[in-house]
């Protein structure tokens, strides 16, 4: 079955500066690949998918993504950081099964 | 337009006891699926159901069950409570049932078991 690994639990960053989020999966095909957003008491925000195609996928609010299939590797970016980037990140597979795999997490501070 | 809608908030309930948590998808989705998440953790997939029935289940016990309705609303209960079922429950609809790559998600029922 496919799987997320988030390596890093916290992260901090001024605010301004670049930030880039790392996911690796592990699945035998090529996944669906996502990135959601999770503020403190609120559901799951969708920031952008991988299906197929342009391995470079933009999202909302800044954010990018690069699917690399070489290093089995989903990592988000953003070049400038704002202060309400604050959150919780979860990378997630999907096997195309319906059983979408998540990620611990990644807690992102900001500093001012 | 309304997004998905989970019932109650916030809940406490004691071990040993029952509970059971509603969600309402948006409107023309009829995929629900349910996720716990445990603080400190990513979600985990536990059901999904599609026109009623269910169509995909997660490693969880017979304690957790779960059914949707003919307006494609969903209930997920759970039986016997134990402290390790305080999470956050959530809810998400997706428009159909290959559809899990288009799923919204609801804020979340927060259960805390005592």
């Known amino acids: 079955a496919q799987s997320v690994t988030q390596p890093d639990i916290h992260i901090t960053v001024s605010e301004g500066a670049s930030l880039e989020l790392r996911c690796n999966y592990s699945y035998g095909a090529t996944p669906y690949l996502f990135w959601y957003v999770q503020s403190p008491g609120q559901g799951l925000q969708l920031l952008l998918k991988y299906f197929s195609g342009d391995t470079l996928v933009q999202g909302i609010k800044g954010f990018e993504a690069e699917f690399k299939r070489s290093q089995s590797s989903f990592n988000l970016r953003k070049p400038s950081v704002h202060w309400s980037d604050a959150a919780e990140y979860f990378c997630a597979v999907e096997g195309g099964d319906n059983d979408m795999r998540f990620g611990a997490g990644t807690r992102l501070t900001v500093k001012p | 337009d309304a997004g998905v809608t989970q019932s109650p908030t916030h809940l406490i309930k004691t071990r040993g006891q029952h509970v059971t948590l509603r969600c309402s998808p948006i409107?023309?989705?009829?995929?629900v699926s349910w996720y716990q998440q445990v603080l400190g953790q990513g979600p985990q997939f536990i059901f999904q159901y599609y026109e009623k029935e269910e169509r995909g289940r997660g490693n969880f016990p017979d304690r957790f069950s779960a059914r949707q309705f003919p307006n494609y609303s969903s209930e997920l209960n759970v039986n016997a409570l134990l402290l390790g079922d305080s999470a956050l429950y959530l809810c998400?609809?997706?428009?159909?049932?290959?559809?899990?790559?288009?799923?919204?998600f609801g804020p979340g029922t927060r259960l805390t078991v005592l």
């Open positions: 998400a609809s997706s428009p159909a049932l290959r559809s899990i790559n288009e799923q919204f």
């Open positions: 409107s023309g989705h009829k995929s």
